[in-house]
């Protein structure tokens, strides 16, 4: 079955418009020619250069990944700085790039569901409701469910989201209650922590969380934990491998084995 790029894009909006996108957001095909066959698909979280280089020893011609390997506007594409390069790459190689990153965020399925179900959560519902798509199905970033197992501290949960996102580390705020709902949040979500107050939530799980919000938390009497970037939104890279080779039969996909969290937790 041969598929171009285009189709591949199109497939994606199907699950994850990218009209909802956020404004400062830049998902869709970033980098490629529309009509050009996807011979191979590899999907990682990040396009980073040792991404590019495993996506060419694997023959594939596009890579789908959620971050976006062009985020703010370049001025020239050189090898003088990180995404200069990376695109010089991946023109030189022949590898397309296709991003689908808020838009998958706050799709149903998509990143956010995704976290909430690794963790076990059950009666699951969204965080914060941003609109309505196309296909009139409500989006919106971030979940809230009821945890599966009542009776943790706040310190035992934490260490139960890290097993189950294989994080390298957690920090944990306590707010001196035993776990029963809560939100999540995928990627850099700290400034939602009011709305999950608001939906009585007594934890938080998100990435890169600020001082002062580990602050209004401890104020708020709400565990916050910050699970790392990498791991809270890493679990929607196997889904949506999985997304494509159904709708893809014939067509090779394949998930970086090479891409993994930055840091290492000591």
């Not at 020893?57 to 890579?63: A, Q, V």
């Not at 934490?158 to 294989?166: C, D, F, M, P, R």
């Not at 799980?205 to 580990?214: C, L, P, S």
Request: hydrophobic share 45%.
């Amino acid at each position: 079955m041969a598929v171009t790029l285009l189709q591949v894009r199109q497939l994606l909006d199907q699950w994850a418009p990218f009209d909802t996108q956020m404004d400062f957001d830049n998902a869709g095909l970033l980098v490629g020619r529309e009509d050009k066959e996807a011979e191979g698909i590899l999907v990682a979280l990040d396009i980073t250069r040792e991404v590019i280089l495993e996506a060419a020893s694997l023959s594939c011609t596009l890579i789908v990944s959620h971050h976006p390997v062009i985020f703010h506007p370049l001025k020239s594409v050189t090898d003088r700085d990180v995404t200069g390069e990376k695109v010089l790459l991946l023109a030189e190689r022949g590898i397309g790039a296709i991003c689908a990153h808020t838009n998958l965020d706050a799709a149903q399925g998509g990143v956010n569901d995704c976290l909430a179900r690794v963790l076990g959560l059950e009666e699951i519902e969204q965080l914060h409701q941003d609109g309505v798509d196309c296909q009139g199905r409500p989006y919106g970033i971030g979940r809230v469910g009821r945890v599966h197992q009542m009776g943790l501290t706040a310190a035992e949960y934490a260490s139960y989201v890290k097993g189950q996102l294989g994080a390298a580390s957690v920090r944990v705020a306590d707010g001196g209650h035993l776990v029963q709902q809560v939100a999540v949040g995928g990627g850099a979500c700290g400034s939602m922590l009011r709305d999950a107050v608001e939906k009585g939530c007594d934890t938080f799980v998100t990435a890169d969380v600020k001082y002062d919000q580990y602050l209004e938390a401890r104020a708020l009497g709400v565990t916050l934990i910050d699970a790392g970037h990498f791991a809270t939104e890493n679990v929607v890279v196997g889904p949506l491998a999985e997304y494509l080779r159904a709708r893809l039969p014939g067509v090779r996909v394949e998930v970086s084995a090479c891409h993994r969290e930055v840091y290492a937790g000591v």
